[in-house]
């Protein structure tokens, strides 16, 4: 049974960081894509970024420049580094895990419960 639980999320300034986690248990880490994905009250669920298996990564628009998405594959982890937060980030972020070189604009794999971040103005 694969599950994937984020932590990290919480309250901060804008302009402030965070780093967000992602522990994923069951499967084999390494053989398989994971990314972070965001959902704002009254927008659509958005790709943060995405790591494949080869280290290659994928970041949204919004967040490209400020946001570094990592994996760990000895600690079964996923990271996003959160940096020059805009009260725009707020939102739940969620962790996925998805077969490699599945298209990250398709619902696939498995999807942690979130973590809220919120940043004030």
């Known amino acids: 049974q694969v599950q994937l639980v984020e932590s990290g999320g919480g309250l901060v300034q804008a302009g402030g960081s965070l780093t967000l986690s992602c522990v994923r248990s069951?499967?084999?880490?390494?053989?398989?894509?994971v990314a972070w994905y965001r959902h704002a009250p009254g927008k659509q669920r958005e790709l943060v970024a995405g790591?494949?298996?080869?280290?290659?990564?994928t970041y949204g628009d919004s967040v490209r420049g400020r946001f570094t998405v990592s994996r760990d594959n000895t600690k079964n982890t996923l990271y996003l580094q959160m940096t020059s937060l805009l009260p725009e980030d707020t939102a739940i972020y969620f962790c996925?895990?998805?077969?490699?070189?599945?298209?990250?604009?398709?619902?696939?794999?498995?999807w942690g419960p979130g973590t809220q971040v919120t940043v004030s103005s």
């Open positions: 996925n895990s998805r077969p490699a070189r599945v298209s990250w604009y398709l619902d696939s794999g498995y």
């Open positions: 069951g499967g084999i880490f390494r053989n398989v894509d």
């Open positions: 790591i494949r298996t080869n280290g290659h990564t």
